[in-house]
């Protein structure tokens, strides 16, 4: 079998008194779609935080791609990166969030082109080229010249993954993709997220929607109080759940 390309060993998590994550391991090979499911509060964007070191963890480590994240080892210790080594990780790392996070002053293409161009000092000639391909790729490269505001939410929605993936990152996360869209504009955005599943993109993907944990995940993965209740085949967590707490969820939301 393949190395991991993600590797998350005994997270720890607490804000105050309040524990979010509470030993959390997980791991996700290299072009393996993860969908990660859990009642509000189970601690699920914190983990995705964490996994790009925009939280940090209080006990536990992160490897993407074999490398520790947010650390490095001395002799038994790890010591903290700088920014600028923490912010080069998180290049390899995209992330989509729920209200897309858009440069509202900026149009299409050059949100696309921004993190290449101002993270990787990549010229324009190359990266707007680039920064089409990727809109075509996601159904928009009629958009290009548009602002934001003037598309849909599932159109932004697909301009966020777009511009996630200029950087070629090794990973995606998303944080409830289509929570932020009316209800037909989910599919347009899923169908995109399912093209990247099928072209080999390890991604670990927070949603409640059953049908594309159902139809793409590799593996689901039930959370609840910061802890991984259970995980498996879709067919076995989503039809035949082991623990109780994952059938009552299931109950509520399906
Ligand atoms: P989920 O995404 O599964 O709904 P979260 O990871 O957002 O869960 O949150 C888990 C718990 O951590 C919640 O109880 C939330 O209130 C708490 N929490 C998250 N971020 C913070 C923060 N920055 N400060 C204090 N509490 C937080
Ligand atoms: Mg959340």
Redesign the pocket.
Known sequence: MSDPMVEIVDVHKS??S?T?LDGVDLIVHPGEVTVLI??????????LRVINHLEKADRGVVLVGGELIGYRRVGKHLRELREREVLRQRTGIGFVFQDFNLFANLTVLENVAEAPRSAQGRPASEVYPLARRLLERVGLADKADAHPRRLSGGQQQRVAIARALALEPKLLLF?EPTSALDPELVGEVLDVMKSLAAAGTTMIV?THEMGFAREVADKVVF?AD?RIVEQGLPSQVLRNPAHERTRAFLAKIL
Do not use: E, I, Q, R
């Not at 859990?38 to 983990?47: D, H, I, R």
């Open positions: 804000y105050g309040g979010v859990g009642p509000s509060g189970a601690g699920k964007s914190t983990l944080d927070v959370m910061g």
